[in-house]
């Protein structure tokens, strides 16, 4: 089982409608979760984490987060074309006294005008 | 504010050639200090992880080394790159704090030819 999985995608979502985006991960204990933004040929940039179970909204962006579920999605509402990127989800971990990120392969997310 | 600058930007480079990619941060002390890689199809992978001057932590065996000479430089090196080397080099910086979130650099696309 991978660590952390995503749909690969493409997604393609219209203008305007909500964008659900979707990862789930295998180590339990993971306490926290980020969702990263990254454009072709960039560096990924940090949209918001989520640390507790349920939901929590910034601007457009809701994040939710089921540990039992081992569960984490991102929800974009009024998507528009500048929110086509690839988004990736990645869990934080300790391993080996190392603090780092697990990151998913991402989901390529395309909004047509 | 905080900012993290990578360089060179791109760098095209010969198997069996020698390798420094370094990263600065500016408007912070005593940050966190990651490298990663992302390969092509790939996803992002954490190579070390530094939680300060000369403490350096390796993830994956490979032949590339870090080092951290600086509060706040991190350096990639390599004696000898491999064709296997080449991707996307992001270096990263986090406060280390509850929610340790962590934002990237410009990154360096190493190509090895």
């Known amino acids: 089982q991978k660590e952390v999985e995503q749909n690969s995608g493409p997604l393609s979502v219209p203008e305007g409608a909500i964008a659900s985006l979707n990862c789930t991960y295998s180590?339990?204990?993971?306490?926290?979760f980020f969702w990263y933004r990254q454009y072709s040929g960039k560096s990924p940039e940090l949209i918001m984490f989520i640390y507790s179970n349920g939901d929590k909204e910034d601007g457009r962006f809701t994040a939710q987060l089921n540990k039992a579920s081992q569960y984490v999605s991102l929800l974009i509402r009024d998507s528009q074309p500048s929110d086509s990127a690839t988004y990736l989800c990645?869990?934080?971990?300790?391993?080996?006294?190392?603090?780092?990120?697990?990151f998913g392969k991402g989901t390529h997310l395309i909004i047509q005008p | 504010s905080q900012t993290i600058h990578q360089w060179p930007a791109t760098l095209v480079q010969p198997v069996g050639s020698p390798l420094s990619l370094e990263c600065t941060v500016e408007?912070?002390?005593?940050?966190?200090l990651y490298w990663y890689r992302q390969a092509a199809g790939r996803g992002l992978q954490l190579l070390f992880y530094?939680?300060?001057?000369?403490?350096i932590s390796s993830e994956v065996p490979q032949n590339l080394s870090a080092s951290r000479p600086q509060d706040r430089q991190f350096i990639l090196s390599s004696k000898k790159l491999l064709l296997s080397d080449s991707g996307f080099y992001l270096c990263?910086?986090?406060?280390?704090?509850?929610?340790?979130?962590?934002?990237f650099g410009p990154g360096t696309r190493l190509t090895v030819l």
């Open positions: 530094s939680v300060g001057i000369g403490q």
């Open positions: 990645a869990p934080r971990r300790f391993r080996g006294g190392a603090d780092g990120l697990t």
């Open positions: 990263a910086w986090s406060t280390g704090g509850s929610y340790n979130e962590q934002f």
């Open positions: 180590d339990r204990g993971s306490q926290s």
């Open positions: 408007g912070t002390s005593n940050p966190n």
